[in-house]
Protein backbone atom coordinates (compact mmCIF):
# COMPACT_ATOMS: atom_id res chain seq x y z
CA UNK A 1 0.00 0.00 0.00
CA UNK A 2 1.00 3.78 -0.38
CA UNK A 3 2.01 5.93 2.37
CA UNK A 4 0.35 8.62 2.97
CA UNK A 5 1.07 11.77 4.55
CA UNK A 6 -0.81 13.93 7.16
CA UNK A 7 -0.31 16.64 9.54
CA UNK A 8 -0.14 15.44 13.21
CA UNK A 9 -3.05 17.87 14.74
CA UNK A 10 -5.18 20.19 13.76
CA UNK A 11 -8.13 22.55 15.24
CA UNK A 12 -11.30 23.94 14.52
CA UNK A 13 -13.66 26.04 15.70
CA UNK A 14 -17.47 24.39 16.25
CA UNK A 15 -19.19 25.06 13.33
CA UNK A 16 -16.96 25.83 10.95
CA UNK A 17 -15.46 23.28 8.43
CA UNK A 18 -12.80 21.29 8.95
CA UNK A 19 -10.03 20.76 6.15
CA UNK A 20 -7.63 17.79 6.80
CA UNK A 21 -5.18 17.26 4.04
CA UNK A 22 -3.62 13.93 3.05
CA UNK A 23 -0.42 14.04 0.19
CA UNK A 24 -0.35 10.13 -1.27
CA UNK A 25 2.29 10.76 -4.51
CA UNK A 26 3.01 7.39 -4.80
CA UNK A 27 -0.17 6.08 -5.37
CA UNK A 28 -1.26 3.34 -7.54
CA UNK A 29 -3.79 3.53 -10.57
CA UNK A 30 -5.78 0.86 -8.75
CA UNK A 31 -5.58 2.59 -5.04
CA UNK A 32 -8.55 4.10 -3.97
CA UNK A 33 -8.36 6.98 -0.92
CA UNK A 34 -10.48 5.79 1.99
CA UNK A 35 -10.95 7.75 5.44
CA UNK A 36 -11.43 6.73 8.87
CA UNK A 37 -11.56 8.37 12.20
CA UNK A 38 -11.36 6.93 15.46
CA UNK A 39 -13.39 8.61 18.54
CA UNK A 40 -10.80 8.05 21.67
CA UNK A 41 -10.41 4.30 21.94
CA UNK A 42 -13.21 3.12 19.97
CA UNK A 43 -13.15 1.41 16.64
CA UNK A 44 -12.22 3.09 13.85
CA UNK A 45 -15.05 4.51 11.92
CA UNK A 46 -15.56 4.41 8.00
CA UNK A 47 -16.00 8.19 6.39
CA UNK A 48 -15.72 7.89 2.72
CA UNK A 49 -13.49 6.56 -0.17
CA UNK A 50 -13.25 7.85 -3.72
CA UNK A 51 -10.78 6.71 -6.79
CA UNK A 52 -10.47 9.59 -8.41
CA UNK A 53 -13.80 11.85 -8.74
CA UNK A 54 -14.99 13.61 -5.46
CA UNK A 55 -17.07 12.30 -3.75
CA UNK A 56 -19.63 13.57 -0.66
CA UNK A 57 -21.82 11.53 1.46
CA UNK A 58 -23.72 12.44 4.58
CA UNK A 59 -21.03 12.70 6.90
CA UNK A 60 -17.91 14.50 4.57
CA UNK A 61 -16.65 15.09 1.42
CA UNK A 62 -13.57 13.99 -0.17
CA UNK A 63 -11.70 16.14 -2.81
CA UNK A 64 -9.30 14.38 -5.03
CA UNK A 65 -6.89 16.23 -6.91
CA UNK A 66 -6.68 15.63 -10.24
CA UNK A 67 -3.10 13.66 -10.66
CA UNK A 68 -4.38 11.84 -7.49
CA UNK A 69 -1.39 12.64 -5.64
CA UNK A 70 -3.13 14.78 -2.45
CA UNK A 71 -6.87 14.58 -1.36
CA UNK A 72 -8.97 16.64 1.35
CA UNK A 73 -10.95 15.21 3.51
CA UNK A 74 -13.95 18.03 4.54
CA UNK A 75 -16.06 18.09 7.56
CA UNK A 76 -18.95 20.72 6.28
CA UNK A 77 -19.78 21.68 9.87
CA UNK A 78 -17.74 20.60 12.64
CA UNK A 79 -19.07 19.34 15.68
CA UNK A 80 -17.39 18.42 19.09
CA UNK A 81 -18.01 15.42 17.98
CA UNK A 82 -15.84 15.24 15.27
CA UNK A 83 -12.93 15.51 17.62
CA UNK A 84 -11.21 12.58 16.72
CA UNK A 85 -8.09 11.15 15.17
CA UNK A 86 -8.77 11.05 11.16
CA UNK A 87 -6.94 8.20 9.11
CA UNK A 88 -6.27 8.48 5.49
CA UNK A 89 -5.38 5.02 3.82
CA UNK A 90 -4.86 3.95 0.37
CA UNK A 91 -5.75 0.26 -0.88
CA UNK A 92 -7.01 -1.47 -3.41
CA UNK A 93 -10.71 -2.26 -3.10
CA UNK A 94 -11.41 -6.02 -4.09
CA UNK A 95 -10.63 -9.19 -2.33
CA UNK A 96 -7.71 -9.49 0.20
CA UNK A 97 -5.33 -7.20 -1.92
CA UNK A 98 -3.76 -4.95 0.78
CA UNK A 99 -5.58 -4.58 4.28
CA UNK A 100 -6.14 -1.21 5.81
CA UNK A 101 -2.46 -0.13 6.77
CA UNK A 102 -3.13 2.83 9.58
CA UNK A 103 -0.20 5.22 9.22
CA UNK A 104 0.21 8.10 11.22
CA UNK A 105 -3.17 10.53 11.22
CA UNK A 106 -4.31 13.87 11.93
CA UNK A 107 -5.70 14.73 15.29
CA UNK A 108 -8.68 16.81 14.58
CA UNK A 109 -9.48 19.19 17.89
CA UNK A 110 -12.70 21.04 17.84
CA UNK A 111 -13.03 24.04 20.11
CA UNK A 112 -16.08 25.70 20.84
CA UNK B 1 -28.48 -3.03 12.40
CA UNK B 2 -26.04 -5.81 13.46
CA UNK B 3 -22.55 -4.74 14.46
CA UNK B 4 -18.93 -6.30 15.16
CA UNK B 5 -19.70 -8.34 18.48
CA UNK B 6 -16.42 -8.63 20.20
CA UNK B 7 -15.65 -10.29 23.60
CA UNK B 8 -14.56 -10.03 26.06
CA UNK B 9 -14.92 -6.21 26.36
CA UNK B 10 -12.24 -6.47 29.29
CA UNK B 11 -9.64 -8.93 29.78
CA UNK B 12 -7.17 -8.54 32.73
CA UNK B 13 -4.16 -11.40 32.51
CA UNK B 14 -1.02 -12.49 34.85
CA UNK B 15 2.31 -12.60 32.81
CA UNK B 16 3.11 -15.92 30.92
CA UNK B 17 -1.01 -16.44 30.68
CA UNK B 18 -2.87 -17.28 28.07
CA UNK B 19 -5.96 -15.47 26.39
CA UNK B 20 -8.45 -15.83 23.67
CA UNK B 21 -10.50 -13.14 22.27
CA UNK B 22 -13.86 -13.74 20.14
CA UNK B 23 -15.06 -11.77 17.29
CA UNK B 24 -18.15 -12.25 15.39
CA UNK B 25 -18.28 -10.22 12.23
CA UNK B 26 -21.39 -8.62 10.53
CA UNK B 27 -23.99 -11.81 8.74
CA UNK B 28 -23.07 -11.74 5.50
CA UNK B 29 -19.26 -10.77 6.11
CA UNK B 30 -16.33 -13.08 5.46
CA UNK B 31 -13.50 -11.49 5.78
CA UNK B 32 -11.89 -11.05 9.44
CA UNK B 33 -9.26 -8.83 10.28
CA UNK B 34 -7.25 -8.53 13.76
CA UNK B 35 -5.76 -5.31 14.69
CA UNK B 36 -3.54 -4.23 17.90
CA UNK B 37 -3.17 -0.71 19.30
CA UNK B 38 -1.14 0.13 21.87
CA UNK B 39 -1.31 2.91 24.47
CA UNK B 40 -0.70 6.02 22.28
CA UNK B 41 -0.18 4.31 19.23
CA UNK B 42 -1.72 3.48 15.69
CA UNK B 43 -3.99 0.88 14.89
CA UNK B 44 -1.39 -2.09 14.09
CA UNK B 45 -2.80 -5.05 11.41
CA UNK B 46 -2.31 -8.65 12.80
CA UNK B 47 -3.79 -11.07 10.43
CA UNK B 48 -7.04 -11.68 8.63
CA UNK B 49 -9.24 -14.69 6.98
CA UNK B 50 -11.19 -14.37 3.91
CA UNK B 51 -13.75 -17.26 3.93
CA UNK B 52 -11.98 -19.18 6.77
CA UNK B 53 -8.44 -19.37 5.65
CA UNK B 54 -5.57 -16.79 6.85
CA UNK B 55 -5.37 -14.40 4.25
CA UNK B 56 -2.86 -12.00 5.11
CA UNK B 57 -0.27 -11.47 7.86
CA UNK B 58 1.52 -8.55 9.25
CA UNK B 59 2.83 -7.95 12.80
CA UNK B 60 1.34 -11.23 14.78
CA UNK B 61 3.85 -12.04 17.23
CA UNK B 62 4.51 -16.05 16.63
CA UNK B 63 3.22 -16.46 20.19
CA UNK B 64 -0.53 -15.54 19.02
CA UNK B 65 -2.41 -17.70 16.53
CA UNK B 66 -5.95 -17.14 15.24
CA UNK B 67 -8.61 -19.11 12.94
CA UNK B 68 -11.91 -18.69 11.41
CA UNK B 69 -14.15 -20.85 11.87
CA UNK B 70 -17.45 -22.61 9.47
CA UNK B 71 -20.11 -19.90 11.08
CA UNK B 72 -17.12 -16.93 10.41
CA UNK B 73 -16.40 -16.08 13.80
CA UNK B 74 -12.92 -15.84 14.62
CA UNK B 75 -10.68 -16.33 17.55
CA UNK B 76 -7.31 -14.71 18.66
CA UNK B 77 -5.42 -16.71 21.09
CA UNK B 78 -2.51 -15.23 22.81
CA UNK B 79 0.40 -17.33 25.34
CA UNK B 80 2.88 -16.77 27.44
CA UNK B 81 1.40 -13.30 27.52
CA UNK B 82 4.03 -10.29 27.96
CA UNK B 83 3.36 -6.89 29.55
CA UNK B 84 3.68 -5.46 26.41
CA UNK B 85 0.74 -7.36 25.06
CA UNK B 86 -1.16 -4.81 27.32
CA UNK B 87 -3.67 -3.00 24.30
CA UNK B 88 -6.74 -2.66 22.08
CA UNK B 89 -7.41 -5.15 19.87
CA UNK B 90 -9.99 -4.60 17.39
CA UNK B 91 -11.63 -7.31 15.14
CA UNK B 92 -13.12 -5.62 11.89
CA UNK B 93 -15.30 -7.54 9.29
CA UNK B 94 -15.87 -6.61 5.27
CA UNK B 95 -17.48 -8.68 2.83
CA UNK B 96 -15.02 -9.99 0.18
CA UNK B 97 -12.39 -7.63 1.54
CA UNK B 98 -13.78 -4.90 -0.55
CA UNK B 99 -15.06 -1.20 0.45
CA UNK B 100 -15.66 -0.30 3.88
CA UNK B 101 -14.50 -2.50 7.06
CA UNK B 102 -16.24 -2.25 9.94
CA UNK B 103 -14.74 -2.55 13.25
CA UNK B 104 -15.70 -3.36 16.67
CA UNK B 105 -15.75 -2.02 19.80
CA UNK B 106 -12.64 -3.49 20.87
CA UNK B 107 -11.33 -5.77 23.86
CA UNK B 108 -9.23 -3.80 26.25
CA UNK B 109 -6.24 -6.75 27.40
CA UNK B 110 -4.15 -5.72 30.64
CA UNK B 111 -1.51 -8.14 31.06
CA UNK B 112 -0.25 -7.39 35.07
Known amino acids: DAKTTQPPSMDCAEGRAANLPCNHS???????VYWYRQIHSQGPQYIIH???NNETNEMASLIITEDRKSSTLILPHATLRDTAVYYC?????????????FGKGTKLSVKP | AAGVIQSPRHLIKEKRETATLKCYPI?????VYWYQQGPGQDPQFLIS???????DKGSIPDRFSAQQFSDYHSELNMSSLELGDSALYFC???????????FGSGTRLTVV
Open chain 1, 50 to 52: GLK
Open chain 2, 49 to 55: FYEKMQS
Open chain 1, 89 to 101: IVRVAEGSQGNLI
Open chain 1, 26 to 32: TISGNEY
Open chain 2, 27 to 31: PRHDT
Open chain 2, 92 to 102: ASSFGGAWGYT
